[in-house]
């Protein structure tokens, strides 16, 4: 999947709707969510969302569309190479897990059943 991934990076700035999150979908998370004490952590490495929460880790299993797409680590956001479901935190240490269409990335049962159950 990180070639698919690693092919995505250069068309990225093409893409549009419902590729990449259009603006109103990005106030629907900030409206409905109210993440903005929240320590949360990306699936992915939309640049959209990266600025929801307090804190923000985004992770993602290509370096490629870390290097590429996210718009930079400050002092409350970074970007990690990683595995969704190995998560790199602690048990109980984020608020809320979000993602953009990282379901449909998820194409195993198994694979969605483990995500819920963390």
Known sequence: MTDHWNAIRGHWKLLGP???????????????LDLSEAHVVLLGVTPELAALGATMMAVDESSDMIAGIWPGDTASRKAVKGDWLDLPVSDASVDAVIGDGYLSVLGLSTARRALFAA
Do not use: S
Request: hydrophobic share 25%; no cysteine.
């Open 18 to 32: 419902p590729l990449r999150p259009p603006a109103e979908a990005v106030e629907t998370y900030h409206r409905e």
